[in-house]
């Protein structure tokens, strides 16, 4: 009796590997020790991601046993060289990329398309129709 009272459960471990995605999507297929299937794909809050083929991923394992997985993200690129602590840059395919910089600049990089109203310094922003009456 005493012996059953000395036998802990094992307790839940989390692992994690690095893998390569050979599936698209947001919910992809990831080559580690061997390759799974339909893993989610989770990331920071306000965050949309879908890895490409070939992208090299991390790989969290969780639960008993380590059967459930989840990628939630990749290695990242090299920071520009001014880059500063606590400064944020999303990029993507083509160069296009949001770069939110700790002095309040936003630099926005690549073809900026805006839909719906923008303001600027409190104003909703019209284009100057200066020139077309008179054609």
């Given at each position: 009796?005493?012996?059953?009272?000395?036998?802990?459960?094992?307790?839940?471990?989390?692992?994690?590997?690095?893998g390569?995605?050979?599936?698209?999507?947001?919910?992809?297929?990831?080559?580690?020790?061997?390759?799974?299937?339909?893993?989610?794909?989770?990331g920071?809050?306000?965050?949309?991601?879908?890895?490409?083929?070939g992208?090299?991923?991390?790989?969290?394992?969780?639960?008993?046993?380590?059967?459930?997985?989840?990628?939630?993200?990749?290695k990242?690129?090299?920071?520009?060289?001014?880059?500063?602590?606590?400064?944020?840059?999303?990029?993507?395919?083509?160069g296009?990329?949001?770069?939110?910089?700790?002095?309040?600049?936003?630099?926005?990089?690549?073809?900026?398309?805006?839909?719906?109203?923008?303001?600027?310094?409190g104003?909703?922003?019209?284009?100057?129709?200066?020139?077309?009456?008179?054609?």
């Amino acid at each position: 009796m005493w012996l059953s009272k000395q036998i802990r459960p094992a307790l839940s471990t989390a692992d994690a590997d690095l893998g390569v995605t050979t599936i698209a999507g947001d919910s992809v297929g990831v080559m580690t020790r061997g390759e799974v299937r339909t893993l989610p794909v989770y990331g920071p809050g306000g965050y949309v991601w879908m890895p490409e083929n070939g992208a090299a991923v991390l790989v969290v394992k969780g639960g008993p046993g380590g059967e459930e997985q989840c990628v939630c993200g990749m290695k990242q690129c090299a920071p520009p060289g001014k880059m500063r602590p606590g400064e944020v840059l999303v990029y993507g395919p083509g160069g296009n990329s949001v770069y939110l910089k700790k002095d309040g600049t936003v630099e926005l990089t690549g073809d900026v398309r805006i839909q719906g109203t923008l303001w600027v310094n409190g104003k909703a922003y019209a284009p100057c129709e200066c020139g077309k009456e008179n054609l």
